[in-house]
């Protein structure tokens, strides 16, 4: 006698299948996080992305400039510049500062331009791992990379990665390749006033010019050379000197 009805959907073998789904991408995304640790990424998910940009637009002359540095062979003003620039409570806080983030949603309430809340620590994750864009979905992945590298890098890997990777001008891509575009120096040699012209145009690196600043890049610029005396100099960077909380 043929059956009346069907077998009822196998639930539990569908939720035992996304369970395994979801504990593998924890122990890949993990374990790509950990390897990363002790080797030099030799790309990013920001560099593909605009080497894809560029051929679907078809910008036949378009170059992808981006060379490792380790952190010995930086100058100590680099890093301090970005900090000063981007975020400086980058010593302090475990990948997000939440009161810069609700300084945002206040402005955004009030009806002021957006401003951007994000830390090194997140901006390493969403350059490193992600796409840009200001989805909910980008947006909660950009959290979970920023607590998996907080958990598995020390602050200095955290640095040492974002400049090497941060696009610091049309197809310029880490303080390697900027030192060579811009003062045809070795990073080692960069001065405090190089690197903060550097740092001054990582909002908007495509519109934002180091070999041809602006009246704007040139005031960011010695904004955060100030930001840097005030900080105490490549100390707070470098651990060499116990940093103090900005103000």
Do not use: C
Not at 86 to 107: C, L, M, R, T, V
Not at 151 to 178: C, D, F, H, Q, S
Request: aromatic share 12%; hydrophobic share 45%; glycine share 8%.
């Amino acid at each position: 006698m043929p059956h009346l009805f069907r077998r009822p959907f196998p639930f539990r073998r569908l939720l035992r299948m996304l369970g395994v789904t979801a504990l593998a991408w924890l122990a890949l995304s993990w374990m790509a996080v950990l390897l990363l640790r002790f080797v030099p990424p030799w790309t990013s998910a920001v560099m593909v992305e605009r080497r894809l940009g560029a051929w679907m637009h078809g910008e036949k002359d378009f170059r992808l400039h981006q060379r490792w540095v380790p952190w010995k062979r930086v100058s100590p003003w680099v890093p301090l510049a970005m900090v000063a620039g981007e975020d400086q409570k980058f010593p302090y806080h475990h990948g997000f500062d939440f009161d810069s983030i609700q300084n945002a949603i206040d402005a955004a309430d009030e009806g002021r331009r957006l401003r951007g809340a994000s830390t090194i620590s997140q901006q390493t994750a969403k350059n490193l791992f992600l796409w840009n864009g200001r989805s909910f979905v980008r947006k909660g992945l950009e959290a979970y990379f920023t607590v998996l590298i907080e958990l598995t890098w020390p602050k200095r890997r955290i640095l040492e990665v974002y400049m090497n990777i941060a696009e610091l001008g049309n197809g310029i891509y880490g303080v390697g390749a900027a030192s060579d575009a811009y003062f045809h120096v070795a990073p080692a040699q960069l001065g405090p006033g190089q690197a903060a012209l550097l740092a001054a145009v990582l909002p908007s690196p495509r519109r934002l010019h180091v070999d041809h600043p602006s009246a704007y890049v040139q005031r960011r610029a010695s904004w955060i050379e100030q930001q840097m005396r005030h900080l105490g100099g490549p100390g707070y960077v470098q651990g060499d000197a116990p940093p103090r909380p900005p103000h």
